[in-house]
């Protein structure tokens, strides 16, 4: 019996993990025999509503302030949008495991499956997965990926352009390719067609000038074929191979995500433990800054993802566009890395110390 | 004022208790309605302490388990008292609409 009460206490010891150090050693003891006082004899392992309990109340304490509600939104927001920003940070380490780039040869037989009889020229094979001004991003890039140009890092893909092509019945071409990528093993998603206002005014009799995207998977290749009619681009038609995106991307960015998550509850909660009880001056100051921060992080990402959502919807897709453009980065890498400043600043007046350590505030120290 | 919170201040209203008789206390109030978990207690007494409504009464150990004391405030007695006269104008005016209702139920 009192070996199975150890055990159990031990297990119930390791739940209270959840919560910061001060408060273990402060109530850890209270809180475990307060259990063991509970359990019928003979129990050697705590029950799930037990664990979920503790681990619950374990991560509110961390959050020190018990008499406020408010810092629990603060967290919830911060641990959200970190956990987005880690996920999406995790997924693109996790693109590394993506296939190199189809080589000119191999795309071009590809090309050939396509239009045959017709040559696809001047056909390029950008020299990484994700590419900035069509290279590879490197450090001189940074100062305009943060700002203006994040947008331009996008996917790399083999391109090539069908040469000749003012002879051919372009609406019957995209038919055709249609067929022959299904005839090819492809699995083609309906050719989207969009019209071009290229006017700009009424004058001119409405748009004569529209767009087919038409695209394509078959194992990790996606092939889009952009076709203009009417338009001034020659040549009209081109074929691009993207990699599709690797299947560990999807259990990394959960695991990035968990892993911000919690980390971000982790530091936000030292932070408010901190900080609770000092100087009306540093309090306001650290919330300020939190505010400055939760605002640059969250303020993109409704905009960038009711945008994209609406293009993935409209437009078809074979591959997700990856989950960073969704929180808008790099393009508005600015506001995240504002937000960044701000949460170090405030991380470094939350760290300052104590003029007197006031005793009653051990427990929320931790 | 939530149900757990106004068990736990209605079972220390007579005298100090420790968490697991706290928790006991409240079975027994609520007819095993209330189910406290020690996590949600002790988060409850922080909630409570930091509000100045529960303070700690005093330490003991009793085969070698630590009981942490815990008692109502002045100020505890004063909202506990607020609260219980709220309920029971809520209930005066249910009862009378009940009755009005269904004479015999009342």
């Known amino acids: 019996m009192s070996g199975s009460v150890s055990r159990l206490e031990k297990r119930y010891r390791l739940l209270l993990l959840s919560y910061p150090r001060a408060y273990r050693r402060e109530r850890g003891k209270e809180i475990v025999d307060t259990l063991a006082d509970l359990a019928p004899p003979g129990r050697t392992r705590p029950t799930v509503r037990e664990a979920f309990d503790l681990i619950r109340h374990g991560l509110r304490a961390r959050l020190g302030r018990p008499a406020s509600r408010s810092v629990v939104v603060w967290a919830v927001l911060t641990a959200i949008v970190w956990a987005l920003f880690s996920a999406a940070m995790a997924s693109r380490l996790a ?133 203009e009619y009417g338009g001034m681009i020659t040549p009209p038609v081109s074929i691009s191979i993207e990699r599709a995106t690797p299947w560990p991307v999807y259990p990394a960015s959960v695991a990035g995500g968990a892993v911000g998550a919690v980390i971000a509850w982790f530091v936000f909660g030292w932070a408010s433990r901190r900080t609770d009880g000092r100087h009306p001056a540093l309090r306001v100051l650290t919330a300020l800054l939190l505010g400055i921060s939760l605002f640059l992080w969250w303020l993109p ?58 005793p009653s505030m051990d427990v929320a120290t931790g | 004022m939530r149900e757990p919170t106004f068990l736990i201040l209605t079972a220390l209203a007579d005298q100090p208790r420790h968490g697991y008789g706290i928790i006991q206390e409240v079975d027994t109030l609520s007819a095993s309605r209330v189910a406290l978990l020690p996590g949600t207690l002790y988060t409850a007494l922080d909630r409570l302490a930091a509000q100045g409504l529960v303070e700690r009464d005093r330490d003991e150990v009793a085969e070698g388990r630590l009981r942490r004391y815990y008692r109502l405030t002045d100020n505890g007695l004063k909202v506990l008292d607020a609260e219980a006269a709220r309920l029971r104008q809520l209930a005066t005016v249910a009862e009378a609409r009940l009755r009005a209702v269904r004479p015999r139920t009342a």
């Open chain 1, 95 to 227: 693109w590394e495991t993506a296939r190199p780039l189809p080589s000119v040869a191999r795309a071009s037989a590809v090309f050939a499956t396509v239009a045959p009889g017709r040559k696809v020229s001047d056909v390029q094979r950008s020299p990484a997965t994700f590419v900035m001004y069509g290279q590879p991003l490197s450090r001189q890039d940074l100062g305009e990926l943060i700002f203006p140009d994040g947008g331009e890092y996008t996917f790399g893909s083999t391109t090539g352009s069908m040469g000749g092509a003012s002879d051919v019945d372009l609406h019957r071409f995209a038919e055709d390719a249609v067929r022959r990528l299904h005839a090819t093993g492809w699995d083609v998603g309906r050719p989207y067609t969009q019209v071009l206002d290229t006017c700009g005014s009424d004058d001119c009799g409405g748009p004569t000038e529209s767009e087919t995207y038409l695209t394509a998977r078959r194992g990790d290749d996606v092939i889009t074929i952009y076709i």
């Open chain 1, 301 to 358: 990402i409704p905009f960038s993802s009711w945008s994209l959502l609406r293009h993935q919807l409209t437009e078809p897709h074979y591959k997700w566009h990856p989950l960073w453009e969704w929180l808008g980065q790099p393009a508005l890498a600015l506001f995240f890395l504002v937000g960044c400043v701000a949460a170090l600043t405030g991380l470094a007046v939350a760290a300052l110390p104590r003029r007197r350590p006031d």
